[in-house]
């Protein structure tokens, strides 16, 4: 079965760092791309950036440049999301999720959307 | 940047048809997909491509994408269809996806 397993929740101060995590299973890892979803408390899905396993190239949504990292190391199949110095406003749901195959036909790239979730990572940051 | 545009709430009636918009200029041209998101769970994705059901989604579920709207099509509605749909295309100038506003769905 293919999954994406995520850390635990999380409560933390502000100014501290915090690395999160994704774990997936039962598929080629560094042939997926995976990318990283914020939801703030009561509000909409939000993207943050995606990462190639493969190779560790990455991009980053321009929203979120500069205020996370997005690493993954592929020998162990887990995809990470960090900060350096947390505010209150990272307080949020963050979901990591596979991006699925792209076709190339007849001179297009079709897409597939996010095709695996993993269940979502409760941050909270408070003083 | 990309803005995808959508209803706030849509209401319908059990067993009725629900349909809820996505619209951004020439949408047509790119790939939507579409995810429903239950309170406390995370997304699943319903409709990917315009008009391709994942396995394991109901028949009930369509898509079309035209000119500068995308629709999900929620037929024969029921009572666990409530939750949250958002529509999401793939930016390739940037490389990354953006996501619609989320439109809530209510079955009456």
């Known amino acids: 079965e293919v999954q994406l397993v995520q850390s635990g929740p999380e409560v933390k101060k502000p100014g501290e760092s915090l690395k999160i995590s994704c774990k997936g299973s039962g598929y080629s890892f560094t042939n997926y791309w995976i990318g990283w979803v914020r939801q703030m408390p009561g509000k909409g899905l939000e993207w943050m950036g995606i990462?190639?396993?493969?190779?560790?190239?990455?991009r980053y949504s321009p929203s979120f440049q500069g205020q996370v990292t997005i690493s993954a190391d592929k020998s162990n199949s887990t995809a990470y999301l960090q900060w350096s110095s947390l505010k209150a406003s990272d307080t949020a749901m963050y979901y990591c999720a596979r991006r699925g195959p792209v076709d190339y036909i007849g001179g297009s790239y079709y897409y597939s959307g996010l095709d695996v979730w993993g269940q979502g990572t409760t941050v909270t940051v408070s003083s | 940047s990309y803005e995808l545009t959508q209803p706030v709430s849509v209401s319908v009636a059990l067993g009725q048809t629900a349909r809820i918009t996505c619209g951004r200029n020439n949408i047509g041209s790119k790939n939507v997909h579409w995810y429903q998101q239950k309170p406390g769970q995370a997304p699943v994705r319903v409709i990917y491509?315009?008009?391709n059901r994942p396995s394991g989604i109901p028949e009930r579920f369509s898509g079309s994408n035209s000119g500068n709207t995308a629709t999900l099509t929620i037929s024969r509605a029921q009572a666990g269809d409530e939750a949250d749909y958002y529509c999401?295309?793939?930016?390739?100038?940037?490389?990354?996806?953006?996501f619609g506003t989320g439109t809530k769905v209510t079955v009456l």
């Open positions: 990462i190639y396993p493969g190779d560790s190239d990455t």
């Open positions: 491509r315009d008009n």
């Open positions: 999401q295309v793939w930016d390739s100038s940037t490389h990354n996806y953006v």
